[in-house]
């Protein structure tokens, strides 16, 4: 009895694991499809159901980033997955590419879903173009979850020797020939985050969505920038999650889940004494 006991425990232990990896995020067709989004044919997947939950990834990436977190919040959510311009499954060879387009393609994309508004979670690049949907759109954005992301390409955004080590790739580059499809588009994407992206404190002011920005204590943007922007949201709280790098939602699963799940849901109150712009 006590080995039968035994399996049942590792199994049903094993089993939100299993969840987590069975499922090929970015390569699934049975939910998988393409919306005409503003000149490019931008690739999504959409899980679970509830209240729209908009998931965007990180530079270079594709949806998939959001493998771990997907199975918890589509419990609560319809989440909506999609591979960014220029990204994953969202082939785009031909345009120009900021932080600016990205965010007007994902308002696009929730009015093609005939979606009104959704709450947001954003990973790095992802955690930008969510600042900037609520600052573009803000009839678009319920709540927003920003994790590791920056409002400018200078050093002082980054951990220390960061932007050293991005200046170094950035000059090698100069003196390449990029040549096939995937070179020309690896190169776009370099360049996005070394020339952007170009918020301002001002900017920041005229969000009104209920904000939770986020990093690692040991991420790659700084903690004194992250404070910043949590300092010039109206309505933001800060979250610097222990022992994690960059990738707060895959270093600390289970508490990036409780914690945005708990903003998300419980009723926001601006503390007296919270701002200082």
């Known amino acids: 009895m006590k080995t039968l006991a035994a399996l049942v425990l590792t199994t049903a232990l094993a089993a939100p694991a299993l969840a987590r990896a069975q499922v090929p995020y970015d390569n699934n067709p049975a939910v998988g499809k393409f ?4 000149g490019f044919k931008m690739y999504t997947e959409v899980y679970g159901s ?12 594709n949806m998939s980033a959001f493998a771990k977190i997907v199975p918890y919040f589509a419990q609560h959510y319809t989440v909506i997955l999609a591979d960014s311009r220029s ?3 969202s082939l785009d060879p031909n345009h120009p590419l900021t932080f600016e387009i990205m965010a007007d393609d994902f308002a696009t994309l929730l009015d093609a879903m005939h979606i009104k508004s959704a709450y947001v979670i954003g990973w790095s690049d992802g955690g930008i173009n969510a600042l900037l949907l609520a600052i573009r759109h803000p009839d678009k954005v319920i709540r927003l979850a920003s994790t590791g992301a920056n409002l400018w390409p200078t050093a002082d955004a980054f951990a220390p020797g960061l932007w050293d080590e991005e200046k170094k790739e950035y000059e090698a580059g100069l003196h390449k020939t990029y040549t096939t499809p995937q070179e020309i588009n690896d190169r776009k994407i370099f360049l996005l985050d070394w020339n952007e992206p170009h918020i301002t404190l001002a900017q920041l002011h005229t969000i009104q969505a209920p904000s939770l920005i986020i990093c690692g204590d040991h991420d790659l943007i700084s903690i004194t920038h992250t404070v ?3 300092q010039n949201i109206p309505h933001a709280e800060l979250w610097v999650v222990p022992n994690s790098g960059h990738a707060t939602l895959d270093d600390q699963t289970e508490d990036f889940e409780h914690q945005v799940s708990k903003f998300f849901t419980e009723p926001y109150k601006d503390l007296p004494t919270q701002k200082v712009f």
């Open 35 to 38: 919306y005409d989004i503003n």
């Open 50 to 61: 509830g209240p729209p939950l908009l998931m965007i990834h990180g530079n270079g990436g």
């Open 87 to 89: 990204q994953g499954k």
């Open 228 to 230: 910043l922007i949590y």
